[in-house]
């Protein structure tokens, strides 16, 4: 067999294994969302906005002090998930998570030019994404007056609790979407893996491909029954004959 294989070829063998192509991908697809719908634990999403900001005495906005309140945010970013917050939450929600893994499931962004603060939280539980992510707003807000002994910090937007919440993952459709891409990747490899190591010569094709010897003829396959069907017309012919020889 030639070292290079063509499309032309691999086409030919998908053709010709379609059925392991078509089994390994509905295989593959299968386990992808059994995975995906009854052993994964799916995660929900709350979060809440800090709004940080510092008003004058005639509660107008202190342009001179604007600057520093953006420069302050990768310090709140720190603090929002130092212990001293995280600790108070744990209590104050009796969590079952340790301080690493409460840790972990919180994001804390800002954007560049923004007062805004986005605290983000995963959980097993819808509710209590909702219940985590506000009392680390609360906690946090009166904190930073004895830890950096200032008042810019208000709670924008407060997390709410959705009727039907949906999990952010796992996403069962772009899994099975993922396992069906796959399961053909690995079906079409197979084919071919099988296809190069089968050598046995099943057409005339395969002995000159393999052998490089030329066909000088070809026995034509019998449609299955027929030569039962030729012996059992000849023993009926014979027995009649002999009925007739025994009548004479």
């Known amino acids: ?6 499309i032309k070829d ?3 063998i998908m053709l010709k294994r379609w059925k392991l192509i078509i089994f ?8 992808v ?10 995660v929900y999403y709350a979060s809440t906005q800090l709004l940080v900001n510092q008003r004058n005495s005639d509660n107008q906005l202190d342009f001179t002090r604007l600057q520093s309140n953006v420069e302050l945010i990768n310090t709140y970013r720190l603090i929002i998930k130092s212990p001293i917050i995280l600790d108070k939450v744990i209590k104050e929600l009796k969590l079952e998570q340790s301080e690493g893994e409460l840790y972990e499931s919180i994001n804390v962004k800002s954007f560049e030019g923004s007062q805004i603060i986005l605290i983000e939280v995963e959980n097993s539980n819808p509710d ?4 985590i992510a506000n009392s680390i707003a609360s906690n946090f807000q009166q904190e930073i007056k004895n830890i ?6 208000s709670i924008l937007t407060k997390a ?7 999990p952010i993952k796992p996403k069962p459709i772009v899994n099975i979407a993922i396992g ?12 071919c893996l099988f296809e190069f190591l089968d050598k046995t010569i099943k057409t005339s094709d395969d002995i000159d491909e393999h052998l490089g010897i030329p066909v000088l003829g070809l026995i034509p396959k019998m449609p299955r029954g027929t030569g039962k069907g030729m012996v059992s017309k000849k023993n009926n012919v014979l027995q009649k004959a002999k009925e007739d020889s025994v009548e004479i």
């Not at 390994?24 to 386990?31: Q, V, W």
């Not at 209590?128 to 219940?131: F, K």
């Not at 950096?148 to 910090?153: A, K, R």
């Open 1 to 6: 067999m030639e070292d290079t294989v063509s």
């Open 10 to 12: 691999i086409m030919k």
């Open 24 to 31: 390994i991908t509905f295989l593959f697809t299968s386990i």
């Open 33 to 42: 969302g059994v995975i995906s719908f009854y052993f994964i634990t799916p």
């Open 128 to 131: 209590r994404a909702v219940d």
């Open 148 to 153: 950096m002994s200032v008042d810019n910090v």
């Open 160 to 166: 709410k609790s959705k009727e039907e919440p949906l």
């Open 180 to 191: 069906i891409v796959i399961g053909i990747m690995v079906g079409i490899g197979l084919s």
